[in-house]
């Protein structure tokens, strides 16, 4: 039970009977200072139950160990995967991370970026909003602070880029759904929130055209993040309409293709293959919840844990290299197909 309620360092280092740099160097490392030291330190943190403000003890160092990861919109599962997979591998390797969301809008992103470069942190993996983003502001942040992008890309912008390969996602679906039914049409938003979007969908016309297809690409009206609902709007039109002139339809996003699930399901349509149904739906990302919507979804996968791995391995080595590399690289990891019911 604590005698008093510590505010601070001094406090601390003034009951415990120790200077404030002995203290402030057991926080930094405890194994630098004597054994004794640290049992006097312990047990007065158990005594006064003070825990330190982390990230006020980082500034004073030359080089903090907190990692910034700023992603678009926190609240697509997608974003947080990528995250979350992001934030276990820097906290496994004694950083602390600091997530933000830009929660798609440039505002937030800009604000993101002046709150990090604030808690001077030793570097920051970034995924942009992309067309959306301020690019002098990515840029000028990416000059003061050592930053690795992740999933979205804008050229030039940080030492390294690691990402999905999009052209790898869309040649196995649309390979796929070639070679087991009918040919595949491409849905997507007009306006894409996410710059993949239109990789993907340049990705598709040429793939269909590499089959000897014809690509029909149907684009819904759409703005913001809510692509479950845009998807099933969208959906719901297009059907009525006779957009869709085959029986498969090839979303651009798992997100999308949830809400054409939906549209589908409330027009008493099948999805699936086999008698009775009236489309195959299929998609991109492999998004969380993908396996268990109804029919069970087939798309093409990130593999997360591949690209969290070689986005934190390329920003410490960002780090270790004083903030530069020397030359900027782009990686890009090929996504794997996972056939489901759906399709």
């Not at 200072?33 to 312990?42: D, Q």
């Amino acid at each position: 039970m604590s005698e008093q309620k510590i505010r601070n360092m001094e406090e601390f280092a003034a009951v415990s009977g120790l200077s404030r740099p002995t203290v402030s160097k057991y926080f930094n490392d405890p194994d630098s200072v004597r054994s004794t030291t640290r049992a006097r330190i312990e047990a007065a943190l158990e005594r006064y139950d003070f825990r330190p403000n982390i990230y006020a003890v980082n500034q004073n160092r030359r080089l903090t160990k907190n990692i910034g990861i700023v992603v678009p919109y926190l609240a697509d599962p997608v974003f947080a995967e990528h995250a979350r997979s992001i934030e276990k591998l820097c906290n496994d390797a004694g950083f602390r991370s600091i997530l933000l969301s830009s929660h798609g809008g440039s505002d937030q992103e800009r604000e993101n970026l002046d709150s990090l470069r604030a808690l001077k942190p030793a570097g920051v993996l970034l995924a942009p909003l992309g067309r959306a983003s301020d690019r002098s502001e990515i840029e000028r942040f990416c000059r003061d602070v050592p930053t690795v992008l992740f999933d979205s890309n804008i050229e030039g912008m940080g030492e390294a880029f690691i990402g999905s390969d999009n052209a790898s996602f869309v040649n196995q679906t649309v390979d796929y759904l070639c070679r087991s039914g009918e040919t595949p049409c491409f849905f997507e938003m007009r306006t894409p929130a996410n710059p993949n979007a239109n990789k993907r969908r340049i990705a598709y016309i040429q793939a269909m055209e590499r089959h000897g297809q014809e690509p029909v690409v149907v684009s819904v009206e759409g703005d913001g993040w809510g692509f479950e609902e845009i998807g099933r709007q969208g959906a719901h039109s297009a059907i009525a309409a006779g957009d869709f002139k085959t029986d498969t339809i090839l979303c651009s996003n798992d997100r999308l293709a949830i809400g054409v699930l939906a549209a589908c399901y409330e027009r008493g349509l099948r999805v699936g293959r086999g008698p009775g149904c009236a489309f195959r739906v299929a998609s991109h990302d492999d998004h969380p919840f993908s396996r268990f919507t109804c029919p069970a979804l087939t798309t093409a996968a990130h593999n997360y844990s591949a690209v969290a791995e070689r986005s934190v391995k390329t920003l410490f080595e960002v780090i270790e290299n004083g903030g530069h590399l020397r030359n900027r690289t782009e990686t890009l990891l090929p996504a794997q197909l996972v056939v489901r019911a759906s399709a």
